[in-house]
Structures are given as C-alpha cells and as structure tokens.
Nanobody, 115 residues
Framework: QVQLVESGGGLVQAGGSLRLSCAASASISSFNNMGWYRQAPGKEREFVARIFSAGGSINYADSVKGRFTISRDNGKNTMFLQMNSLKPEDTAVYYC????????WGQGTQVTVSS
C-alpha cells in the first residue's frame, strides 16, 4: 500500500509564496503520473497540476498557470508544488495524488492565504 504525505502548508499573506512537498513510500518513477488537487470548504475538489513520469509532461489548471510550478525529485521520492503570487482564492486543503493501476491520495495540507 502506497502512502503519500503532504507538508509545507501554512498561513501566508496575499502575494506570498509557499512550497508544498509530497513524500511517497514508493518509487515515484513507477507511477504513471502524480499531481496536486485542492478543496476549499463547501467546494468540490479541483485539479491543480499534474506531472507525468514518461516525458515529464506537465498540466496546470488555468487558475494557477504562471503562478504555480510542479516538480519532482525521483531520488527522494518526493513531488513539490511551488506556489507564488498567492491569492485568497487559493485557500484550500491541498492533496497529493499518484496514479498507476490505481489512485493514491495523501491526507492533505492546509493552505490559507489572507487578504
């Protein structure tokens, strides 16, 4: 059973930055892809960013393009999300996701952006 553990969330003022990490208990290169999702209170969980193992293709939600950067360190089995120019609407619980023949989820880390 694969475990994913997010960290790096916290409270930041608008315009600030945070770097989220997702540590996996398995070789992340074995996943087809990994990504970040977020869920605000009373809202549906939404896609944020995804990175594919084969070729390194990256996708971002329109709402975060130009501000967020997804990356990975295969040697450390860790995926990252660098978040810059944060806005209050980025406030949510951020979840790590990994996909192979099945999907795995982390427990989430809270990101709060004050106005």
């Amino acid at each position: 059973q694969v475990q994913l553990v997010e960290s790096g969330g916290g409270l930041v003022q608008a315009g600030g930055s945070l770097r989220l990490s997702c540590a996996a208990s398995a070789s992340i290169s074995s996943f087809n892809n990994m990504g970040w999702y977020r869920q605000a209170p009373g809202k549906e969980r939404e896609f944020v960013a995804r990175i594919f193992s084969a070729g390194g293709s990256i996708n971002y939600a329109d709402s975060v393009k130009g501000r967020f950067t997804i990356s990975r360190d295969n040697g450390k089995n860790t995926m990252f999300l660098q978040m810059n120019s944060l806005k209050p609407e980025d406030t949510a619980v951020y979840y790590c996701n990994a996909v192979s023949w099945t999907a795995y989820w982390g427990q989430g880390t809270q990101v709060t952006v004050s106005s």
